[in-house]
């Protein structure tokens, strides 16, 4: 049975992805599926575990490799993060539209896998936007900053090469870049909210 089409959020840290998707998930409720990933990083306050991500070590993380248990997995700013089968499996066992927040080296990682989602990347108006916004996030110390900073750079000038995202959208301003969003996804909203009838 072929469900609906996965859909591949990336972008810098910072860009606004997971504000625009937990705006997403809310006004579409029980049309969006969260891919919860795993990371070796510590929490966030507010973050909950086996929502926001699986928080888990090192040694358990390298373990779930090595057992084959990963579609992709990459080293971000000093933590490994990763997108293991069963989190797409249990959204997509509810026909539900998977969605994957995943960092640029991901998008290549998937890009090798039969998913086929939709690749949607999420940009900030410029660097020195993000940095603020990153500051005034208040989650990351000065040096995991300068390196989400640094990965940026790279994530942004990728973002410009042909035939890597579908859509490419620059949250400027929120409302704008919701709308954006939403217009991308429509058919595949509509399939699922159709389905359902
Ligand atoms: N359009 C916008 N204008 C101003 N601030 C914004 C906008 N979009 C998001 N923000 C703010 O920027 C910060 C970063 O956003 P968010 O946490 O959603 O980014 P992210 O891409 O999910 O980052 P990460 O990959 O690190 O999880 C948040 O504090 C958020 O409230
Ligand atoms: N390759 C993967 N990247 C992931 C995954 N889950 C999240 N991410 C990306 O990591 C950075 C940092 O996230 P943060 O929550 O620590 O701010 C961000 O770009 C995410 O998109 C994953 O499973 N695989």
Redo the contacts with the bound molecule.
Sequence with gaps: MSGPRPVV??????AG??TLLKRLMKEYEGVFGF?V???T?NP?PGEEDGK??HFVTREKMQEGIDNGEFI???E??G?M???SKSSIEDVQAQNLICI????I??VK?IKKTDLNPIYISIQPPSIEILEKRLRDRQ?ETEDSLQK?LE?ARIDMELSEEPGVFDMVIINDDLEEAYEKLKSVLIEEIEKVQDAKK
């Design positions: 959020l990336s972008g810098p840290s910072g992805k997971s891919s990933s795993h990371t990083r966030r926001d991500y992709e997995n990459a971000f700013s933590n993060y990763g997108t994957l927040d995943v960092d080296q991901g990682n989650t989400r990965s």
